[in-house]
């Protein structure tokens, strides 16, 4: 079961459902089928409208956001598919906090839904810091199908961490 090491939270039965479309060689079909378009989101400049357009549907109280971008070092392997980070600088006579998204460069390849799982996750963040039942509640008020999506893109990466063997 290590090949499943992005799905180790879910429950046994899922896990075995998903072992068996590994074996059967059905896994990126499953994906394919349920995710057949990709973004038009290729630049940093459209990452960050698409995200300010987010927010303000969602979030207008959130603090602002002052950079969005995709971020070629960010990887499963280091376990960040986004970050949302608090950059304190001093300028002048003053303390200037800006706060910065950065998402996997993975994700200027993925269907739609997946890009905007992600987004709304790191978006989640300028309100809730922790992964508590309040941030995944806010999650899924941007998102109804959070969870879901969630779920799918570990098959994502659990296909595309098959495929790179």
């Known amino acids: 079961m290590s090949q499943l090491k992005f799905l180790t939270a879910y429950p046994i039965t899922l896990q075995n459902q998903v072992q068996q479309l590994i074996a059967d060689n059905k896994l ?11 973004h038009d989101i ?3 400049k459209m990452l960050y409208q698409y995200t300010m ?12 956001i002052d950079k969005v971008s995709y971020d070629s070092k ?8 986004g970050l949302h980070t608090k950059i304190s600088r ?19 390849d993925t269907a739609p839904e997946l890009l905007k799982m992600i987004v709304v996750h790191e978006l989640a963040h300028l309100k809730e810091l922790e992964h508590n039942k309040a941030f ?6 941007m998102e109804p199908n959070y969870h879901q999506l969630e779920l799918d893109l570990r098959l994502l990466l659990t296909y595309k961490a098959l495929s790179a063997i």
């Open 90 to 108: 001093v300028q002048g006579g003053k303390l200037k906090a800006k706060k910065e998204i950065r998402i996997a460069s993975l994700f200027k």
């Open 28 to 38: 990126g079909e499953y994906l394919s089928r349920r995710y057949p378009q990709r």
């Open 53 to 64: 357009t987010l927010k303000q549907e969602h979030l207008k109280n959130a603090p602002m």
């Open 42 to 44: 290729q630049t940093d």
């Open 74 to 81: 960010l990887d499963v392997v280091h376990n960040a598919l």
């Open 136 to 141: 995944y509640k806010l999650c899924e008020y």
